[in-house]
């Protein structure tokens, strides 16, 4: 298998503590000393990323084979001096709903100019989306997929929950089927109108037949836990009946206002607890002390100009914090992770070290997934290089396309020459 030596890495960051150079990360709360040649050494939280200077990473097939210092490393069949920019691990993005049709911009302008966001605008979406070819969803879908590989994202989720029919839930995790491993299955997204009357007889649906369509496409199962959508009664009875299917839960928890979702997903085990946005202490202490990580979607409080959750108090706690972009044409239409980093660092006080490892080993976390968001030999070659010399210039150049190349898997879908030689 051909191998491909990077060079030229001005700033890496692994994601392995162990790797980190001496002196150039400090521990965990970031109060680093000795020589300090990374710019972004010195930041909370910078410990984790376990930060190297003038590296080198060698790709072997589609896995990392070797990282370590330029001057030591391996011959390798290609070459590809990268000029002095930064590596990160490729982005984690492990909220997203891309299975869907039509387009809600003049619902978000409505919104801009003073009306609430309220869950129930998801059916607009649902009614387009039934109606939808399969040919109009996958090229949606892949539309999608591409953009957010753009913007550096090698790893993405995708929920089902516009179709909210047998056959429409169905159809929707197989087409996310095809773009990634990480489907999720949402049937309790919202109660249709249809069964406007008959929620109950919903929920039943939800753990039934359509489940038993779904689940053998779908590795997660998730509920929008919300005041207009389910209950904490309906929440528990849907991720019970996913479990018994086999999926694993993941939850949208305590987005619109305080709620039993964020206790919900610590009680059942879940993998993650999405939004979190209004918590009590009791929250914050069940995310602190379960494995269920907190998984905060800024984009969705900027697109519906709605408080931010507080980060620092999840971090301070000892949560497990991931960020993702909750890429939906209703509330955050955005496949951008590094807008997501910007937002959590500007609006939500996290240090830049902080919000790349939740951008990238954060949603790792998220899924469950050891082999991605980090960067060490065995770890699959999903990398982005920046057109920067620093991770910093994620949130200190916002808006600005600052991906210069991607690796997913040890190839490049995104610069056609690379692997040059
Ligand atoms: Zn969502």
Redesign the pocket.
């Known amino acids: 298998m051909a191998t491909t030596l990077l060079t030229g890495i001005a700033e890496l960051v692994t994601n392995d503590p162990a790797m980190a150079e001496a002196g150039t990360a400090g521990p965990e709360d970031g109060a680093a000393s000795g020589s300090d040649r990374s710019a972004g050494s010195n930041l909370p939280g910078a410990g984790r990323l376990g930060l190297r200077t003038d590296a080198a990473v060698l790709i072997d097939g589609e896995r990392i084979g070797w990282i370590g210092s330029a001057g030591a490393a391996p011959a390798a069949d290609h070459r590809v001096d990268l000029g002095g920019r930064a590596v990160l691990p490729g982005f984690v993005d492990s909220?997203a709903?891309l299975v869907f049709a039509g387009d809600r911009a003049a619902e978000f302008a409505a919104r801009m100019t003073g009306q609430p966001y309220a869950a129930g605008g998801i059916r607009t979406t649902v009614a387009a989306t039934r109606a939808a070819t399969d040919e109009r969803l996958r090229a949606n879908v892949d539309r999608l997929r591409r953009e957010a590989l753009a913007a550096g994202t090698t790893t993405i989720e995708c929920k089902s929950g516009y179709g909210l029919t047998v056959a429409d839930e169905a159809r929707s995790v197989r087409l996310a089927a095809e773009l990634t491993d990480e489907v999720t299955y949402l049937g309790a997204h919202v109660v249709p109108a249809e069964y406007a009357d008959d929620p109950a007889g919903y929920v039943d649906l939800v753990c039934g037949e359509m489940l038993a369509a779904c689940a053998p496409h779908a590795r997660w199962v998730d509920v929008f836990c919300e005041r207009g959508a389910f209950d904490a009664d309906a929440t528990r009875q849907i991720l019970r009946a996913g479990t018994a299917a086999g999926l694993v839960p993941r939850l949208?928890a305590n987005q619109l206002g305080p709620g039993p979702g964020v206790q919900i997903a610590a009680e059942l085990g879940a993998a993650s607890a999405?939004h979190c946005t209004h918590l009590d202490d009791a929250d914050v202490a069940a995310l602190a002390d379960s494995g269920t990580v907190a998984t905060l979607l800024p984009g969705a409080e900027f697109s519906t100009r709605s408080p931010y959750p507080d980060a620092r108090r999840l971090l301070n706690a000892g949560a497990t914090v991931a960020l993702a972009t909750?890429c939906?044409p209703g509330s955050s239409f955005t496949t951008s992770m590094p807008l997501c980093v910007a937002l959590a660092v500007r609006e939500m006080r996290m240090s830049p070290a902080e919000a790349v490892w939740s951008a990238t080993a954060g949603g790792a976390a998220a899924l469950r997934r050891t082999d991605i968001g980090t960067l060490r030999a065995g770890a699959r070659a999903d990398l982005v290089v920046l057109d920067a010399p620093s991770y910093l210039h994620l949130a200190y150049r916002p808006g600005v396309p600052l991906v210069h190349a991607v690796f997913r898997a040890g190839t490049s879908p995104i610069v056609p020459s690379f692997p040059a030689s």
């Open positions: 909220h709903h949208h999405d909750d939906n």
